[in-house]
């Protein structure tokens, strides 16, 4: 049999290193870290204190060393688990966690039914960001043997990290000797704080969610994809596109299967829904019609009863309608009822800025350079860096400038025309920049 099982050791929430605690073992040393602008993903080692305890574990980036990748193959061509164990032990506690991984599997495959070996590999596979893997590992560390207390820590853990509150609360109580009181302490500082995002997000407290939503990510709930997805909503309702741009892309790059089960609520929604219903928002206002029509279409069979998710379908198909007809009016020449068509679509979403910009270019083509300015004006406060709402804005500055030039030389009364074609010449070549 296996023992000694390593890594013991938990998740560091945050994705950072953290200080060592005086309390808690030393007796490794941890590696030198990697080069500057190298992406690492840490999480703790074992120590000798209580789970959770130990020395960080530093990911290497960079490729293995080739005296490290001979250690490697010359283990993976034994036969011997305890041995294979031993050095995919080694390889984790250097950061080579996918060495670690390949050597783990190698043992699993003499013992396959050992818990400690299945708890090595789901370590790995944290070290790795896994952690859809890493909990379907630790499940089934746990139906080996229901009282290995070890991998309950770490599907505590990681549930932690994920934000699923309930089931880390339950695997914090079946963990034994005893829970381990700093993942006691931050799944309850993580439930506080979603409390309250919840709370503010019913009455519309858009600046309170996105308060308590960076609260709950830095107190270890990391690598949730449904409270990146309500940061960025709250960013979005906040008119600050790019950063609630950000907070989508983050929450996209997570697993969705293993940020939520199908029937996990959030915000009164099936939590699937709730994450294509915050993408479709964000892809709507910012000119990504055919995604979030995908998105909201995906929301909709989810959820089709939400209130919400009904209200926004309709929406954003009728945004994406408007903007659609607009478009080919626009290119028809018909720019009086392209802009008609783009402020139907306004009337459903009134700070879409890429549809002001299309109406404002509309009013450029008719002349109405003042309405088109204000139509920019709207699109960049929305919008500040919307670089063809500025270039459009400036454009329609200079016919009105132009305007203002050529009844200036009219209210001269100048009867020598020749005065007039030399000045409006010299206006025409930059006079007047």
């Known amino acids: 049999p296996l023992t000694n099982a390593l890594p013991a050791g938990n998740i560091c929430p945050t994705g950072r290193l953290a200080k060592p605690l005086p309390s808690f073992s030393a007796a490794s040393t941890p590696p030198p870290p990697a080069p500057p602008r190298a992406i690492r993903h840490d999480v703790l080692g074992s120590g000798t204190g209580n789970y959770g305890h130990g020395s960080i574990i530093r990911s290497r980036s960079g490729g293995v060393a080739p005296e490290e990748d001979a250690a490697v193959r ?5 036969a011997d688990p305890e041995e294979l164990k031993r050095a995919g032990n080694e390889q984790y506690k250097k950061g080579y966690f996918e060495e670690a991984l390949r050597l783990y599997d190698r043992a699993l495959a003499l013992c396959p ?16 960001r896994r952690f859809g893997d890493a909990i379907k590992e630790c499940e089934e560390a746990v139906r080996i043997d229901p009282s ?4 309950h820590q770490r599907l505590a853990s990681l549930h932690i990290r994920l934000g699923h509150l309930e089931d880390a609360q339950k695997h914090l109580t079946l ?17 506080k704080h979603l409390g309250r995002c919840l709370d503010s997000r019913k009455v519309g407290d858009w600046k309170n969610v996105l308060r308590e939503c960076d609260a709950a990510i830095a107190a270890g709930a990391d690598s949730s994809a449904l409270l990146f997805a309500a940061r960025a909503e709250a960013l979005l309702r906040l008119t600050q596109l790019d950063e609630a741009d950000m907070a989508i892309s983050s929450a996209s790059k997570l697993d969705y299967s293993s940020s939520c089960t199908s029937d996990t609520k959030f915000c009164g929604f099936f939590a699937n829904a709730y994450l294509y219903y915050a993408h479709a928002q964000v892809d709507i206002a910012l000119g990504r019609f055919d995604h979030a029509v995908s998105s909201a279409d995906k929301a909709r069979i989810i959820d089709p009863r939400n209130v919400e ?12 309608r408007a903007r659609s007809l607009g478009n080919e009016l626009f290119k028809s020449g018909k720019f009086s009822e392209a802009c008609i068509a783009y402020g139907e679509g306004l009337k459903h979403h009134p700070v879409n800025p890429v549809l002001h910009c299309n109406r404002a270019a509309c009013r450029f083509k008719l002349g109405q350079w003042e309405k088109s300015i204000e139509d920019c004006n709207e699109a960049l406060m929305i919008q500040p860096n919307y670089t063809k709402a500025l270039l459009r804005r400036a454009a329609s500055y200079g016919k009105v400038a132009y305007c203002l030039s050529f009844c200036a030389f009219s209210d001269l009364e100048l009867k020598n025309s020749e005065i007039v074609a030399r000045l409006m010449f010299r206006w025409s070549n930059g006079w007047n920049r």
């Open 74 to 78: 010359r283990a993976m061509s034994s």
């Open 113 to 128: 039914d050992n818990a400690a070996c299945r708890g090595n590999r789901a370590a790995a596979l944290t070290g790795l």
């Open 148 to 151: 290995y207390g070890r991998a």
């Open 175 to 191: 963990a034994t000797p005893q829970p381990d009181l700093l993942e006691l302490h931050k799944l309850q500082t993580v439930e």
């Open 309 to 320: 998710v009904i209200t926004m379908h309709n929406n954003v198909k009728a945004v994406a």
